[in-house]
């Protein structure tokens, strides 16, 4: 049995290899004709694109982990049926169970492997990724700051605070402009409750301006809309503010506690930081996925019928997920519900399928 299991690694470690280099080779092809035409404004140019693609490995690599492990199942699989290597561990009393243990436990080394990257390596190259792109590519400013959660930033004579920012629904809630004199004492305060970019231009509800004259009297004024207080775009915040998919377990927990202090709504969050922990299990389900589709090919010779059945399965799984977590963000679903349902669903599937096997 322990060459057996030796065999069974090796060989699916090796194709995992092969899978994981044309999965990430994709992708990167895709990202370099999307900037192609940056590639040929200078050599600059053509060095910060390259370190932009180059920083986007560890997420390609964790993203396209589950899916490289499956096709790679799935291909020693039916190579082990096409040389009747499987009829051979049938009649020796080899069960199912037996041939899935190996990959039992390499899934649980990639579940490891996949939930270090996204806690340590994925938030480091994600953030200096999107700072070259937004920065140095791009060319946006990047005169933001973040101190205590808040986002700070300096305009003139005008010194901004925003106290949230949702970098998915470009929304601000709670903004703060503060207009100096020329003695940089406060003249002018603007508070604004809520703003949503739309059209090109913010467009602010609940604001309340304060002015201050040299005899300390303050007069104050309440509006029920505002537009363009401020006239930076979304992306210029996004410099500095995270997606929650960029950032790690830990961030984004102390993110949710924060915005919970606050007083702000943070299920949508729940949900992507359920899913940090759900998603490298996917590695796990994708072994009951590969016994169940692969070992039904009894009869067939053909090893791009496990490709082609392992990209099958990898992309209903990411359609059943990306809807589930569609349904969390707009609360349908409670978070964590949301966050675990295509893994319940497929797990599930598979056990049956394991199960209903004529062997």
């Known amino acids: 049995m322990k060459k057996l299991n030796r065999y069974l690694l090796s060989s699916a470690i090796k194709y995992l290899l092969i899978a994981q280099m044309a999965g990430i080779s994709m992708f990167l092809v895709i990202e370099f004709f999307q900037h192609t035409d940056r590639f040929t404004e200078s050599m600059q140019a053509f060095t910060m694109v390259t370190l932009y693609i180059l920083l986007l490995l560890p997420y390609y690599f964790n993203l396209i982990l589950p899916l490289a492990f499956l096709v790679s199942m799935l291909i020693v699989l039916i190579l082990m049926i096409r040389g009747n ?97 020329e003695d940089f004492a406060v003249v002018k305060r603007t508070d604004a409750r809520q703003g949503i970019w739309k059209d090109g231009t913010w467009h602010f509800t609940g604001v309340a301006v304060r002015t201050f004259d040299q005899d300390g009297h303050i007069a104050k004024e309440e509006y029920p809309r505002i537009s363009n207080i401020i006239t930076e775009q979304p992306s210029v915040f996004k410099i500095v503010e995270r997606n929650p998919e960029e950032m790690s377990y830990r961030e984004l927990s102390r993110y949710i506690s924060r915005l919970r202090e606050d007083g702000h709504d943070v299920r949508r969050y729940l949900v992507d930081l359920y899913n940090k922990v759900a998603f490298p299990f996917i590695n796990l389900i994708m072994v009951f996925a590969a016994f ?38 707009s609360e349908i679903f409670p978070p964590l519900f949301s966050a675990w349902f295509s893994n319940l669903l497929f797990i599930a599937s598979g056990v049956i399928g394991i199960v209903t096997l004529r062997t």
């Open 292 to 329: 169940s589709v692969g070992l039904r090919y009894a009869k067939t010779r053909h090893v791009s019928k496990g490709i082609f059945s392992g990209i099958l399965v990898g992309a209903l799984y990411w359609f059943f997920h990306s809807v589930s977590l569609s349904l969390g963000y």
């Open 85 to 181: 290597e499987m009829i051979v561990a049938r009649t020796s009393g080899i069960s199912t169970l037996s041939l899935m243990k190996p990959f039992l436990g390499f899934s649980l080394v990639l579940i490891l492997l996949s939930f270090l990257l996204a806690e340590w390596i994925v938030p480091l190259s994600a953030n200096a990724s999107n700072y070259i792109y937004q920065v140095k590519i791009r060319g946006e400013e990047s005169h933001i700051f973040i101190k205590n959660d808040r986002i700070w930033f300096k305009r003139d004579n005008k010194i901004c605070n925003i106290d949230y920012f949702d970098t998915k629904k470009d929304i601000i809630k709670g903004l703060t402009v503060l207009e100096l004199g």
